[in-house]
């Protein structure tokens, strides 16, 4: 018989004791605007102020912290903010990382894994030639591996933002989150149940990228065809063993939105919000704006996950040379 | 003999306790991007998430709450920001607002006087136009007047962000604000240099409308000639006569920089802060990018003012309309 690892709630407290210095407490903003758009109050927990810009930090960190490895080397496959977040934490520990990265990745996440001078593999997209290939890179460095979302304690440690979150706002009635590979939702339903039993937690995902929804709603673990052309580049991946395990008990329902409609709700992001996010982050929001999370004038905590955009490749933005030196 | 009254520090510290609970404490962000841009450590008192998406409404609310009026009607002009935060004050405190706005205000301040229940009324762009009908306003209504900056309570209450920022971050070695009519950063002055005195205060304009440079190094008050078609519509306006005063003894420097040296801190903004400010508050940080706030190392705090752009007329985002409905 085997056994697979499922973080607690006492592991994400862990994890928050762990990380406190080494990543930010990130500030939860509310918007008069937002709110009576939506016809609910919405606390906005903004990881896309998190160092690196994204709420991967946390986990990436957590997990660096406990690995063992004679080869002080971690590698991951990642389509941006992971990778960049396994460097920073490798960095601060002195030790090597090697990312590989679809060659279909965001170019300003994989500047970003650059600057905190991580080593880039490029590869096919798909979760297959990802994985392919840190399969050779680690047969070749004997780096450890940290996945990006299937994994105890990179859960754990995606949970202390919602635990944040709740500790500064227990009479949030919903939590919502985006799911990709369903690290973040996941860490944050262990967080929000434990912490407030009540309180509902909703994933919500592309419709290109639909392999959380089905599988949450069909009881069997499916996964996406390829690299779905989805503009949620974060949300490409298909869900986790561990992830969709945790969904199963404490997931309340997992909501799919379109596209335009995620281009629309980030278009609202920077006018409601003044917060530039990058499309993964809008993918809740924009099941918010259509009325589908919570009902009217209940409390709703958004992890907004993140905020590295490509401006050049923003739909709503000019396509022209960035001014910037 | 005439007088007139200039703030002090003690007024910014009642200021202070009268706002408590009425304006947001608004986050002081800080980005590693950024600050390894600029070659200093960067400590951004984020008024673009105040209510309102600007300073203006810690200056409104301050004189508010100490005005007696039989009429219980306010009237001011605004190009937008003072107007929508004066708006809120009185809705706030049960009173009737009007605000004289020019024709060339930015629509999407335009819209925030009108969500705050106020009367718009509209005039031609620049000083002299906006005072007229000020004054007819004033004539056929009975209301009192909030000055938009050359009030003594209003220069108090911008001063408390900063109070808010040295409070939390003592080590703050110059700080910078934009400069139009000089309520925000008089009033940070004199908190600055009550707090603490080896800190420098700086004040950037636009080149377009550079009239408090020319006032600051001429040692003669001047103002801008018309309407001055600078993207920073904020700072359209001339210094007043209390932040021309304050400005002589507390203020270190005022610089100017160029439209496209603003245009370009915006994109550098939503790039490196994943922030939306309007351009009054690239301002300041254009100076910064320029190197020319501080010296490198140094601790610098900004007030970002604000973060009402809109979005159809932001150089560097698509003239399309919006996607939102």
Not at 117 to 124: H, T, Y
Not at 145 to 174: K, N, R
Request: charged letters at 20%; hydrophobic letters at 45%; glycine letters at 10%.
């Amino acid at each position: 018989m085997s056994t697979v690892d499922i973080p607690t709630f006492d592991d994400v407290v862990a994890a928050y004791g762990r990380l406190l210095g080494r990543v930010l407490r990130t500030p939860v903003l509310n918007f008069a605007r937002f709110d009576s758009r939506v016809g609910r109050r919405v606390l906005l927990k903004c990881e896309n102020l998190q160092h690196g810009g994204a709420f991967k930090l946390r986990g990436a960190t957590n997990k660096l912290l406990q690995l063992e490895s004679a080869s002080r080397i971690v590698a991951t496959h990642s389509s941006g903010n992971h990778g960049a977040a396994l460097a920073r934490a490798a960095r601060e520990r002195g030790w090597r990382c090697i990312v590989v990265a679809p060659r279909d990745a965001s170019a300003v996440k994989l500047q970003a894994i650059l600057a905190e001078s991580a080593e880039l593999v490029a590869c096919d997209p798909g979760l297959v030639a990802r994985e392919a290939t840190l399969v050779e890179v680690i047969s070749r460095t004997g780096a450890a591996v940290v996945h990006p979302f299937d994994d105890a304690q990179v859960i754990a440690g995606q949970g202390t933002a919602a635990l944040e979150l709740l500790s500064e706002h227990p009479d949030i009635q919903v939590l919502a989150t985006p799911v990709g590979g369903g690290g973040l939702l996941s860490g944050t339903a262990i967080a929000g149940k434990a912490m407030i039993p009540s309180c509902r937690v909703i994933g919500v995902e592309p419709e290109m990228a639909d392999d959380a929804a089905r599988s949450f709603h069909g009881g069997l673990r499916v996964g996406v065809q390829g690299s779905p052309a989805t503009i949620a580049d974060g949300l490409r991946g298909s869900i986790g063993a561990r992830p969709y395990l945790i969904f199963r008990s404490l997931v309340d329902d997992v909501l799919t939105v379109s596209e335009s409609a995620i281009v629309n709700a980030m278009r609202i992001a920077l006018e409601d919000l003044r917060l530039l996010i990058e499309p993964s982050s809008a993918v809740p929001l924009a099941a918010l704006i259509e009325g589908r999370i919570g009902r009217s004038g209940e409390t709703i905590g958004v992890i907004i996950s993140g905020g590295n955009v490509d401006l050049s490749a923003c739909p709503f933005l000019a396509g022209r040379a960035p001014l910037s030196a």
